[in-house]
């Protein structure tokens, strides 16, 4: 039985990402850009290309490609509830991205709300799991509460979520982690919390996914959203929520679609060949979760491991990423922490890393992020400047007006070897 005690191939990993082959003026693309986006598996690409190439249809037909199409979408919906640890496929549902999915779910319920009714958001959070939120103020007349940051290491004051929650609260909106400097919010602690006024809890898992094992019964979410082309996938968005919560909101939809799951959040024709990729990726990660070093099985078998055992070789997969992560963690923050005149914001004390994500952002005196970013991106290493979405956090350090940061983020395919050039160069640049 593979444990997660067996550490991750990189190496084995790797040669499941063609991306990685990519090389500028002679040197390997390195890809540190990977919060806005990470490279897709080879599994993902090539199911992507037989789907079209094999399958292409609408839903509903009575014949072979239609009915192929409703076996990959039915696929999907069981792997991404064994990622989520989700109870039910049919409380998956899928859309373009996650900002759309909750601009969608915010709207319907928006309907259920009264005046001042309240919603809780934060300063930490990306603002796809603000703006929605914020409005309702205009539309249904909720009152907006602000949870704020503790700026010295950039994590949420939950004494004063606590003083903002009260009767009156409907809904608590907040990260699983932060995409801008990296923060694991407790969740499952905040969860307790908002459930003890009797609200819901709407949680923002995008930067989390590629990270952390997920488990939405474990967190005591109430609604969980991501987005598939952050952990290795296509781009598309997915939504869980408990299933009697999304029977109850008055979704927006077409006259002939009916009530049932998911098919009521699912509005029009979805991306068919992305949830033929989610599966991909899913493939991938499953194996990734069972065995080190051996080839990945054609793309045309099944997903390796179903049912139970395919939510377990999930788990497994994202712990040991988890623990390689952790392992080249240090490594990047005090080879950052050594560069002269660099300001590495967020979690940095080593008892302490396991509060946050290889996620970590940092200015640079005498230079802008943008000339930084720049100038390694002349270099060949693929890095994030600006505010990222993190509207609320950039503008409480009071970086917004000097442009922001500069976002370095590993995943499980980045290397050592990497971290070192990143470092070196970053020493050149202020030499």
């Given at each position: 039985?593979?444990?997660?005690?067996?550490?991750?191939n990189?190496?084995?990993?790797?040669?499941h990402?063609?991306?990685?082959?990519?090389?500028v003026?002679?040197?390997?693309?390195?890809?540190?850009?990977?919060?806005?986006?990470t490279?897709?598996?080879?599994a993902?690409i090539?199911?992507?290309?037989?789907?079209l190439?094999?399958?292409?249809?609408?839903?509903?037909?009575?014949?072979?490609?239609?009915?192929?199409t409703?076996?990959?979408?039915?696929?999907?919906?069981?792997?991404?509830?064994?990622?989520?640890?989700?109870?039910?496929?049919?409380?998956?549902?899928?859309?373009?991205?996650?900002?759309?999915?909750?601009?969608a779910?915010?709207?319907?319920?928006?309907?259920?709300?009264?005046?001042g009714?309240?919603?809780?958001?934060?300063r930490?959070?990306?603002?796809a799991?603000?703006?929605?939120w914020?409005?309702?103020?205009?539309?249904?007349?909720?009152?907006?509460r602000?949870?704020?940051?503790?700026?010295?290491?950039?994590?949420?004051?939950?004494?004063?979520?606590?003083?903002?929650?009260?009767?009156?609260?409907?809904?608590?909106?907040?990260?699983?982690?932060?995409?801008?400097?990296?923060?694991?919010?407790?969740?499952?602690?905040?969860?307790?919390?908002?459930?003890?006024?009797?609200?819901?809890?709407?949680?923002?898992?995008?930067?989390?996914?590629?990270?952390?094992?997920?488990?939405?019964?474990?967190?005591?979410?109430?609604?969980?959203?991501?987005?598939?082309?952050?952990?290795?996938?296509?781009?598309?968005?997915?939504?869980?929520?408990r299933?009697e919560?999304?029977e109850?909101?008055?979704?927006?939809?077409?006259?002939?679609?009916?009530?049932e799951?998911?098919?009521?959040?699912?509005?029009?024709t979805?991306?068919?060949?992305?949830?033929?990729?989610?599966?991909?990726?899913?493939?991938?990660?499953?194996w990734?979760g069972?065995?080190?070093?051996?080839?990945?099985?054609?793309?045309?078998?099944?997903?390796p491991?179903?049912?139970?055992?395919?939510?377990?070789?999930?788990?497994?997969?994202?712990?040991?990423?988890r623990?390689?992560?952790?392992?080249?963690?240090?490594?990047?923050i005090?080879?950052?922490?050594?560069?002269?005149?660099?300001?590495?914001?967020?979690?940095?004390?080593?008892?302490?890393?396991?509060?946050?994500?290889?996620?970590?952002?940092?200015?640079?005196?005498?230079h802008?992020?943008?000339?930084?970013a720049?100038?390694?991106?002349?270099r060949?290493?693929?890095?994030?400047?600006?505010?990222y979405?993190?509207?609320?956090?950039?503008?409480?350090?009071g970086?917004?007006?000097?442009?922001?940061?500069?976002?370095?983020?590993?995943?499980?395919?980045?290397?050592?070897?990497?971290?070192?050039?990143?470092?070196?160069?970053?020493?050149?640049?202020?030499?």
């Amino acid at each position: 039985m593979i444990t997660t005690e067996q550490p991750l191939n990189v190496a084995a990993a790797r040669r499941h990402f063609r991306s990685l082959r990519r090389e500028v003026d002679g040197q390997p693309l390195v890809y540190f850009d990977g919060p806005g986006g990470t490279q897709a598996a080879d599994a993902c690409i090539d199911a992507m290309s037989a789907y079209l190439g094999t399958s292409n249809a609408n839903t509903h037909g009575p014949f072979a490609t239609s009915l192929e199409t409703e076996a990959i979408l039915d696929e999907a919906h069981a792997a991404a509830a064994d990622f989520l640890g989700a109870a039910d496929p049919a409380e998956i549902c899928f859309g373009l991205n996650m900002t759309t999915l909750t601009f969608a779910a915010s709207r319907a319920i928006g309907r259920t709300l009264r005046p001042g009714d309240e919603i809780v958001v934060t300063r930490l959070d990306h603002d796809a799991n603000v703006a929605p939120w914020l409005a309702l103020q205009e539309e249904r007349g909720a009152v907006i509460r602000w949870v704020e940051i503790r700026a010295e290491d950039c994590t949420l004051d939950l004494d004063g979520l606590g003083h903002v929650l009260g009767p009156r609260t409907r809904l608590v909106a907040v990260g699983l982690a932060s995409n801008a400097v990296g923060t694991i919010n407790p969740v499952s602690q905040i969860a307790e919390m908002v459930h003890s006024v009797g609200a819901r809890l709407w949680v923002d898992a995008v930067h989390a996914a590629p990270h952390l094992p997920i488990d939405v019964a474990a967190l005591g979410a109430d609604y969980l959203v991501c987005s598939a082309y952050k952990f290795f996938g296509p781009h598309m968005g997915l939504l869980w929520g408990r299933r009697e919560l999304l029977e109850e909101l008055p979704a927006y939809k077409v006259r002939p679609a009916g009530d049932e799951l998911p098919s009521r959040f699912e509005t029009g024709t979805q991306s068919h060949e992305a949830a033929a990729g989610l599966v991909g990726a899913f493939r991938y990660l499953a194996w990734l979760g069972r065995t080190d070093g051996a080839v990945l099985d054609e793309p045309g078998d099944p997903l390796p491991g179903e049912g139970s055992n395919r939510r377990v070789r999930l788990r497994q997969a994202m712990e040991r990423i988890r623990a390689y992560e952790l392992s080249l963690l240090p490594r990047l923050i005090e080879g950052l922490q050594q560069v002269p005149g660099l300001n590495l914001r967020g979690i940095v004390d080593p008892a302490r890393l396991a509060e946050r994500c290889p996620t970590l952002a940092f200015t640079l005196a005498g230079h802008t992020p943008e000339a930084v970013a720049t100038f390694l991106g002349s270099r060949g290493i693929a890095t994030w400047h600006g505010d990222y979405y993190a509207w609320e956090l950039i503008r409480t350090l009071g970086l917004a007006d000097s442009g922001g940061m500069v976002r370095v983020g590993l995943v499980h395919y980045n290397t050592a070897d990497e971290i070192d050039r990143l470092i070196a160069e970053l020493h050149s640049l202020t030499r």
